[in-house]
């Protein structure tokens, strides 16, 4: 656009503005106020809009910029169409349709046009498509120009037209345009991707690129030896990488636009590499990719970064040959295990990165083969062979991908006290042996291989004591030192010893000696015979062919054994009613809160004083009775003889259950009801006092107390019987009056006129000795009310009969004490009289007192200050001598010390003075005799003679016989001209005398620290 044009659109613009200000300030107040209030409102619109979600905007405003960026096209200057005149900028173009042809033409500027009548602008001016160096764009529709010199159709070539002068487009084609001269786009062409810069691909990334058309990629020479090797073989495959250098990368994208390579001709000084159509190759960086119209960009593959043990899984998508030049098959996986970073091939993926298991002397690896392979050691491993991978083998294991890792294996260590059995071990062929055992022995670490296992996990050595035991059996047939030992055989090793069992050997159980009281057993069966027996105070120790067995024992027996109590003492407890209701739920209870009896322990019961307990042997059929205080002991074949007697009142059977009989002398107590003879039905209440007569203690007599299982039911219904027999002969009256003397004499009888002392049961020598009626009560109500009513007269009478003289008591009490009253005042009134007059004499006392005791207290307290002045003065006088003494002693004290150290200080001078100068005395020594021997005497005679000497070999050598020169003015000396003449350089080279270090005599003042 020229610059007149740019004047005439800034004067519109300019006088637009103005009319709209005309306009404006002309409008009337009410437009001014409806103008305000729209403004007003495009405000409140414009501060809501500006409220929006700043991430919104901020996205909105990149891509609005990114889409200016992209865009290749500039704002164009699009005059009217009917204008005459265009004046087209250089790098611009016009497209102008011919009506008449309706053929489209581009005017390229710089220029100017003018339009003809029957001509259109369609488009325009426009600014030509600018590429940047390492840019491009993608151009549809393609113009088809003419082929030049030595070169394909470039963007240089001429398009060509059809023969109604339209230019021809490659109709459904698109054309990849790099940087160049700036181009127009021809009538039918556009741009179907704008510019942008070459993709640029790093190190360690790739392209994976598919061609979606056949053709003919070329390589240089220097380049396609280069790639030879495994890239080559996997280009020729169709599946290699395809890696290019960036140089061959930029020259194989300008090879895309040639017209040769189109057509697929050979170019010389270059390789053909046919591509067809779903081929995939890789282009590695680092490089700049140059884009085809034939490929199109599926991914970007990035490297893999392999560190220090670890690898990467790979697996083949299709069949080729990997970095390695090996060839794979789809499906294949492989590892990758070279630290760096590892770019996939075209046909690979990267399953997973697999790290090592880090082995320790502590850790081993489990490892399984999925397929017949060889492992990374060389070693050829069968598909679901397993074996370990140990710290001896390798560090770090990477497991390869026919492996597979069934876990960590921990070492197993023995310490010397321990031992392990394994289980089908591993032989030296390296198979397992199956139903085979090995015996380790600690100290030893291992690991178990595969297959093996421990039979019973790390077991600890047999240690035996003196007093253990361990009983062994034989699992097979084995010789034993000297012994053959055949299978199922038994024997027993005592201690002191520490055993390993072999593997053929199984350790039954151990055994200790068990320690026996006198009053303690054991119950020992032979399993051989199968007899029993009992072993008591001695320390025994359990054969391999005998075992401990167990006595079994009624319930009620071990009931009575574990309640442990005391069947005298605790008497009481035994009838209480809480006691019985509880008996029946809790005895389980109870029993399992008590200590368990251990069976194999010999019964043992106390048998309390005054009792006596049975025991009967069912093999010797035979009993024996124990009298307490005694330890009873139950044989294997023993047992108790208990006893189930009646209680509670009346007597009820089985109440009371025990295993030892009580002597006595006890008592009863009964509850009968009996009837007299004129029918007056009474309740008894009768305590029978009784014992047992144990005088004979004959195996026959002892045997007659148990003759009889409830004494007591039996006794108390044989006295019951008599005592009913003899209230039914006897008036209610009679038997109130004499029920004592009559229940006696029924149960005891007459003897010689006079009631019986005892009743004695012949059967099981019980004696009754006393029979005592605790209570008599009636059965019938009506007799039970008269015989309160009776009572209740009684006690009324003698209520009376003792408030009356309760009264006449208090009457005489209250006599007699006021009698004691008028005593007393009068006994009071004369001992204040008597108090009175001493007071009056006290009083006169104290007055005297008082009058003469100022004077003696003033004369005493006198007295007193004086003594005390006269104390003071003389421990004031003491005190200061004492004083004085110990000042005199420390200053005497302190003169000493610092004569002492002032002579010592004097004395440790003198020696540093004398020792400082004997040290500088040897040094010089030293110095002077180290001077002489270093010259030697042959060099101190040469010094003292070389000036002489040196003046006379100066003199000869100046061949002068005698000259003397001299102004005649002064006189001369012959004999010391020489030595003026040639004798001052000589004092140079003489060595000086050492000067005499001078001892300063203020060194006497120095201190030792200076002179140090």
Known sequence: MSFNAINGGTSRRSRSRSRSYSRSRSRSPQKTRDSSLRKGKRDRRRSESAEMDSDVYTAQTNKRRERERSSSKVRDWSPSRDSTIVRIPPNHYLHVLDQNTNVTSVILGPQTFVRKDNQRIDRGPCRMIVIPPRHYCIVENPVVKQEESGQGGGRGGAPVLDSLGQVKLRHGEAEIRFAGDPFPLYPGEYLKQPVRPLKVVQANTALKIRAILDFDDYLDEDEASATEGSAKTTAEKGDGSGKTPGKSGIGKGRRSVDASSRRGEGVEGRRVTRRSAGDVWMFEGPGTFIPRIETVIEETVRASVIAPNQAVRLRATKECIDRSGRPRVTGEEWLVKEVGAYLPGVYEEVVDVVKAYALTDKQALHVCALKTFEDDFGVSRNNGEEWLVTMAMTDAHIPSVYEKVLGVVNVTTLTPRHYCIILNPIGTDGKPQYGQKKLVRGEKSFFLMPGESLEKGIQNVYVLGEDEGLVLKALEGFKDGNKQRNPGDKWMINGPLEYVPPVEVEVVMRRRAIPLDESEGIYIRDIKSGKVRSVTGATYMIKENEELWEKELTETVEELLASQKDPLADRSTRLDPKNTQQSASGQAEGVNKKTCRDKTRVVTFRVPHNAACQIYDYRDK??????????????????????????????KQNVIKALCLLLGPDFATDVITVETADHARLSLQLAYNWYFDVSDQSIEASAKLFSVPDFIG????????RVRGAVAQTPFDEFHKNSTKVIRASVFGFSDGKIGKELRFQQNNLVVTNVDIQSVEPVDQRTRDALQKSVQMAIEITTKSQEAAARH???????????????????????????????????AQSAAVESTGQAKAEAQSRAEASRIEGETAVEQARLKAEAMAIEADAELKRLSQARAAELEYQVAQDKQYIYRNGELNAQEIRKFQEMVTSLGSGAIVSMATAGKEHQLKMLEALGLKSTLITDGSSPINLLSTAAGLIGSGTAEFLPSSPKRRKIDDTAEDTTPESDS
Do not use: H, W
Not at 714 to 721: L, V
Not at 827 to 838: G, H, L, Q, Y
């Open 622 to 651: 035979r009993s024996r009775v124990i009298y307490g205080p005694e330890l009873a002991m139950l044989g294997p074949d023993e047992q108790f003889t208990q006893l189930s007697l009646s209680g509670g009142k009346p007597k």
């Open 714 to 721: 039996d006794s108390c219904k044989a006295i019951a019987s």
């Open 809 to 843: 008591e208090a009457e005489r009490l209250e006599q007699e004490a006021r009698g004691r009253l008028e005593r007393q005042k009068i006994n009071d009134e004369a001992s204040a009289e008597k108090a009175r007059r001493e007071l009056l004499e006290l009083q």
